[in-house]
T-cell receptor
Framework: AQSVSQHNHHVILSEAASLELGCNYS??????LFWYVQYPGQHLQLLLK??????LVKGIKGFEAEFIKSKFSFNLRKPSVQWSDTAEYFC???????????FGAGTRLFVKA | EPEVTQTPSHQVTQMGQEVILRCVPI?????FYWYRQILGQKVEFLVS????????KSEIFDDQFSVERPDGSNFTLKIRSTKLEDSAMYFC?????????????FGSGTRLTVV
């Protein structure tokens, strides 16, 4: 069965620190990969997505993620976080041709001002 | 920017009662979904809906649940005989094509509290 693992449940950083959130998935076929963000009190929003092509994808607000097929990973990065990045981040996977998306458990990021 | 709208934002119901959660997807989207998030737990897939029928559902989506697109704009989730463990945040989502193509646009959610 498909699954998505996010390595860190809680991350605390100071402003301007670099961020990397780990995500690994298990699925043998072709997948599409997503990162969603949920700001406090708000709904889930799509941050970035990977379907094919360049494995380094850039999203909104300076976030990027790298798909490493051999490692089944899709880690999220940001060179310099801001206080406003405080949110919960969810990695998600959909198998090509499928209808449902499997979400990871989420990583709560708190950025200290 | 187009939005997915969910009503109500918060619903409190007594155990055993039926609830209907309502969603208005983005108007030109063709695929519709319900997900739920129990407090402190993962976002879980419930059901996907396309061309007026369920295209996929999870093991959570048993006979207690049903979905409907009654009028071409609304997309509803009905929970019959609610249980305490149905308390969760329920998210509606829609996409223009399949989920794999664009990702979803999520609504702001309905917090269901069963007492």
């Amino acid at each position: 069965a498909q699954s998505v693992s996010q390595h860190n449940h809680h991350v605390i950083l100071s402003e301007a620190a670099s961020l990397e959130l780990g995500c690994n998935y298990s699925y043998g076929g072709t997948v599409n990969l997503f990162w969603y963000v949920q700001y406090p009190g708000q709904h889930l929003q799509l941050l970035l997505k990977y379907f094919s092509g360049d494995p380094l994808v850039k999203g909104i607000k300076g976030f990027e993620a790298e798909f490493i097929k051999s490692k089944f990973s899709f880690n999220l990065r940001k060179p310099s976080v801001q206080w406003s990045d405080t949110a919960e981040y969810f990695c998600a996977v959909t198998n090509t041709g499928g209808f449902k998306t499997i979400f990871g458990a989420g990583t709560r990021l708190f950025v200290k001002a | 920017e187009p939005e997915v709208t969910q009503t109500p934002s918060h619903q409190v119901t007594q155990m055993g009662q039926e609830v209907i959660l309502r969603c208005v997807p983005i108007s030109n989207h063709l695929y519709f979904y319900w997900y739920r998030q129990i407090l402190g737990q993962k976002v879980e897939f419930l059901v996907s809906f396309y061309n007026n029928e369920i295209s996929e559902k999870s093991e959570i989506f048993d006979d207690q649940f049903s979905v409907e697109r009654p009028d071409g704009s609304n997309f509803t989730l009905k929970i019959r005989s609610t249980k305490l463990e149905d308390s969760a945040m329920y998210f509606c989502a829609s996409s223009a094509q399949g989920a794999q193509s664009y990702g979803y646009t999520f609504g702001s959610g309905t917090r269901l509290t069963v007492v």
